[in-house]
């Protein structure tokens, strides 16, 4: 108690119960704690609840008696997250934001500007769970599987984990909600914002049609022929099943998937499978970029298992460097692989990190 006594830590509250409990526990345990709430650009054709937020994380912070600021990272959020995700759309890709705003914003211009003023750590809502072995720091799925955020924290580094607390990581979300109402606070049974992180809930293809122009093109079947039409390639992702018209169809037909994409032709490929071999969307080895890995070291080239998305079932790979290159491979082949998105290793409940699905 007297160690955490004369730490500080700043809790990036947004207004949720997740971060409003994690300040909540810390100052319970002793520290000195400040929340931030973070605000981001938001488009001007969007709702944007951010005041509302804002006013519940500072409701929260008035209940726990602890100071309140607000960092302004519209620019930041706008380049790192924003701007990316509308070029990697652009460029045929299916971006993960998320896990652009954990590495810039949260553990980029949060956790520096925090330690600039003084902090010894920030803290977030982030289901997942950091341990110290030896001298290094090891980055673990959260205790609630179903909510485990691990996935989109592969970037993070050991300067990051060694300066972070995830106090939510070690509890399960009915048990989060329980301790809020013992803790009296607000935000209790407020439920939890969905979507891209900041942002929220909402349609990519009418976002993305603030940027990207709707241009008609053609659907083929995978013995290429013309079988439907759609407003935009860009607009469609890898495993879609909805977003573009088939017109040569049978009533017995299966549902239609996006299992390949020409954003120069401007044209997709569909099939009634997605795990065909063959398919450009299929496949067993997978090259992967940004790499980072969590102990600031290449994995031993031995069985791991690894997700392409969120909530995906684990699946057995090695990992393997050919000169610049680094690939996952895995034992079968793997459905829906989509450029763009995220690889995320793990070892039994530890992540080890990833990189970006080439």
Not at 225 to 237: I, N, P, R, S
Not at 294 to 312: D, H, I, M, T
Request: include cysteine; proline fraction near 3%.
């Amino acid at each position: 108690m007297n160690e955490k006594k004369f730490k500080t830590v700043y809790v990036g509250m947004s207004g949720g119960v997740d971060s409003s409990l994690s300040a909540a526990l810390l100052k319970e345990e002793g520290y000195d704690v400040v929340g931030v709430f973070i605000k981001v650009w938001s488009p001007d054709f969007l709702p944007c609840d951010w005041k509302e937020e804002r006013r519940d994380a500072m409701r929260v912070a008035a209940e726990l008696d602890i100071p309140f600021k607000t960092y302004d990272f519209e620019d930041e959020y706008k380049k790192e997250v924003v701007d990316y995700m509308i070029r990697e759309y652009k460029e045929g890709k299916t971006p993960n934001p998320d896990a652009m705003c954990n590495r810039y914003v949260k553990f980029g211009s949060f956790l520096n500007k925090a330690l600039d003023e003084g902090a010894d750590y920030i803290a977030t809502g982030h289901y997942a769970k950091i341990k110290k072995v030896g001298d290094k720091y090891e980055l673990l799925k959260g205790e609630d599987e179903n909510k485990d955020q691990s996935y989109f924290l592969w970037t993070l580094t050991q300067r990051d984990l060694g300066r972070t607390l995830f106090p939510v990581g070690e509890i399960k979300k009915p048990e989060v909600r329980k301790l809020a109402e013992k803790f009296k606070l607000s935000v209790a049974n407020k439920k939890d914002s969905q979507g891209i992180c900041f942002v929220g809930k909402i349609d990519v293809k009418e976002f993305l049609k603030n940027y990207i122009d709707e241009k008609r093109g053609d659907v083929l079947n995978t013995a290429l022929e013309v079988v439907g039409y759609h407003d935009g390639a860009q607009f469609l992702t890898i495993g879609q099943r909805h977003g573009f018209t088939i017109t040569k169809k049978t009533p017995n037909d299966k549902p239609y998937y996006v299992v390949g994409k020409d954003i120069d032709k401007n044209t997709i490929i569909v099939s009634t499978e997605i795990l065909k071999e063959g398919l450009a969307s299929t496949k067993k080895e997978v090259e992967i970029e940004s790499v980072s890995w969590v102990s600031g070291e290449f994995p031993e080239n031995k069985k791991y298992q690894a997700r392409l998305r969120y909530r995906q079932n684990l699946r057995d790979c090695v990992v393997e460097k050919r000169g610049e290159k680094t690939f996952t491979i895995f034992d079968e082949l793997q459905e829906n692989v989509t450029s763009g998105q995220s690889i995320v290793l793990y070892e039994g409940d530890k992540c080890l990190g990833g990189g970006v699905i080439v």
